[in-house]
């Protein structure tokens, strides 16, 4: 295998990396407000909340996801220099809240590796991805594509 190719084919079907974990703070979800515009009384509401379903404020979906989204490429140092484009995100599915203090980490699973068929020197990675809190549930899932150099 020559240099060039080992990204792509150094990934395996169904090989799962893990991430480390990151802790979810107020300031996150503060900044990640301020960032999208979206106020909603679930994130920013402590008063609210305290007598809805949740019982607190909740992380918002698309924060957990960008969080997942840098915790997933911190997992794999063999990703970090070799990856040319995000090519996009489906089967996004939010199965738990995120609260304030909640740690999460990224699993991820390698779904597909192959070679582009519309860029040569470049390859198409797909993982599916579980974003667990530290109970080790899952709060998220979703699958990516990327384009990587090979």
Same mark, same amino acid.
């Given at each position: 295998m020559s240099e060039n190719e080992s990204c792509l084919k150094s990934?395996? $079907?169904?090989e799962r990396v893990i991430s480390p974990g990151r802790t979810?703070?107020?300031a996150d979800i503060v900044m990640f407000a301020g960032i999208s515009g979206d106020w909603t009384e679930l994130h920013t509401n402590a008063e609210y909340m305290k007598n809805s379903h949740f019982g607190q404020r909740i992380a918002h979906g698309m924060l957990t996801l960008s969080? @997942? #989204?840098?915790?997933?490429?911190?997992? #794999?140092? /063999?990703?970090? #220099?070799? =990856?040319?484009a995000f090519l996009g995100? *489906? !089967? =996004? /599915?939010f199965?738990?809240?995120?609260?304030?203090? *909640?740690?999460?980490? =990224?699993? #991820?699973? =390698?779904?597909?590796?192959?070679?582009s068929k519309s860029?040569?020197? @470049?390859? $198409?990675? &797909?993982? /599916?991805?579980? +974003? &667990? !809190?530290? /109970? *080790?549930? +899952? +709060?998220?899932e979703y699958d990516t594509a990327l384009m990587v150099r090979i």
């Open positions: 990934f395996r $079907i169904g979810i703070t107020e969080v @997942a #989204s840098g915790l997933a490429l911190r997992a #794999s140092q /063999r990703l970090q #220099s070799e =990856v040319l995100m *489906d !089967n =996004v /599915r199965t738990a809240p995120v609260f304030i203090g *909640d740690t999460i980490r =990224v699993e #991820s699973e =390698v779904i597909e590796a192959r070679p860029r040569p020197g @470049a390859g $198409i990675l &797909k993982f /599916r991805n579980f +974003v &667990k !809190n530290q /109970r *080790d549930e +899952v +709060v998220a």
